[in-house]
């Protein structure tokens, strides 16, 4: 069983740099791309931000040049840096793996941490 638990997520200033954290743990034998989605209230799941497993990165226009996403494969984690957070950034932050394990290929996905930009 796989399991993703985010974690850094919060009430955050406008302008401020929180950074989210994801952690992937179990039965894991190799992770490809990760990433991070998010779903603001009344609108649809959209991706932010995704890192393949040799570290290249894909953002969404509204979040290039503010969010940067990392991971250490060390610790089949993925991080989130947020900076310069806008209002419109509110939203429930979910991250993803796509994992090999030792029964077969799947998507999974953590059960979001809320970030909520505040005045």
């Known amino acids: 069983q796989v399991q993703l638990v985010e974690s850094g997520g919060g009430l955050v200033q406008a302008g401020g740099s929180p950074r989210l954290s994801c952690a992937a743990s179990?039965?894991?034998?190799?992770?490809?791309?990760m990433g991070w989605f998010r779903q603001a209230p009344g609108k649809q799941r959209e991706v932010v931000a995704t890192?393949?497993?040799?570290?290249?990165?894909n953002y969404a226009d509204s979040v290039k040049g503010r969010f940067t996403v990392s991971r250490d494969n060390s610790k089949n984690a993925v991080y989130l840096q947020m900076n310069s957070l806008k209002f419109e950034d509110t939203a429930v932050y979910y991250c993803y793996s796509h994992i090999h394990t030792l029964t077969g290929v799947a998507e999974y996905w953590g059960r979001g941490t809320q970030v909520t930009v505040s005045s």
């Open positions: 890192i393949t497993i040799s570290g290249s990165t």
């Open positions: 179990g039965s894991i034998f190799r992770i490809n791309d």
